[in-house]
């Protein structure tokens, strides 16, 4: 990779959020051979991984790290509020990164059967998006991940909703290293379909609506006395199953 230019960090990344792993990978463009190895490398993430016992430890290592590291002020405010927003809800149970006690103690092969079992050819996407001649690239693809084999027996994919509530749930948090004091309002509501071309239009009107809300708010804002010291109006998709329509403002101490 880093012989045609790719840099681990800026280029190769990836990111695990409740309902899904994304790997990205980011090549120049100016060689059709090197775009062809990009596709090639995300296949072999996609279905050659050797899940050695040896790495396998090593990466665990690398986890707990990563959650040390993120252990801020804002992560142990979103301790107390997941619990209220996801109110209910299978997601509440735990982040994606996981507990502690599991990263440190699980068998080899209850990973590799998570692995078998969830990352899979019928549950993933290609996105490719670049200078390059659309129809080649897509032949490219179907070529290079044309041969990622099916499950022979896939587990069905259940979905985990976020259910409703009669009453207003709310969570008051503190912690001595926050830096702003911020109120949110959270309208939960079914994710929407966004496979229609009538759903993409509702996206649009939903999204004029925020900058209209958004640039009162910011005038209100400009005021000699302002209500709060900033303000924002936007809709949020919290998992696969639910999204939200959120007020927030940030006021300031004491008011």
């Given at each position: 990779l880093e012989s045609i230019g790719v840099a681990f960090g800026s280029d190769v990344n990836a990111h695990t959020g409740f309902d899904a792993t994304v790997y990205e990978l980011r090549?120049?463009?100016?060689?059709?051979?090197?775009?062809?190895?990009?596709?090639?490398?995300?296949?072999?993430?996609?279905?050659?991984?050797?899940?050695?016992?040896?790495?396998?430890?090593?990466?665990?290592?690398?986890?707990?790290e990563e959650w040390r590291s993120s252990r801020g002020a804002a992560a142990r405010l979103r301790d107390q509020q997941l619990p209220i927003l996801l109110h209910g809800a299978r997601y509440a149970q735990r982040l994606p990164i996981g507990q502690l006690a599991v990263i440190d103690t699980f068998a080899h092969d209850q990973l590799r059967a998570f692995h078998r079992a969830w990352y899979r050819p019928e549950l993933m996407a290609v996105i490719a998006v670049g200078d390059c001649d659309r129809a080649?690239?897509?032949?490219?693809?179907?070529?290079?991940?044309g041969a990622l084999p099916a499950a022979a027996d896939p587990?069905?994919?259940?979905?985990f909703p976020v259910p409703e509530h009669r009453e207003t749930l709310f969570a008051i948090t503190t912690d001595p290293e926050a830096t702003a004091t911020r109120v949110t309002v959270y309208v939960k509501s079914p994710a929407p379909d966004q496979s229609t071309v009538g759903a993409y239009r509702r996206q649009l009107a939903g999204l004029l609506y925020?900058?209209?809300?958004?640039?009162?708010?910011?005038?209100?804002?400009?005021?000699?006395?302002?209500?709060f010291l900033s303000a924002a109006s936007?809709?949020?998709?919290?998992?696969?199953?639910a999204q939200a329509q959120v007020l927030s403002c940030q006021v300031a101490e004491g008011k």
């Open positions: 090549v120049p463009t100016d060689s059709l051979d090197t775009v062809r190895t990009g596709l090639e490398v995300l296949a072999d993430w996609a279905g050659g991984m050797l899940l050695d016992g040896a790495e396998i430890d090593k990466e665990r290592k690398v986890i707990v080649w690239l897509e032949e490219q693809i179907r070529a290079v991940f587990r069905p994919r259940p979905a925020e900058r209209m809300v958004n640039q009162r708010l910011y005038e209100l804002s400009m005021l000699a006395e302002p209500p936007g809709t949020s998709l919290l998992v696969a199953t």
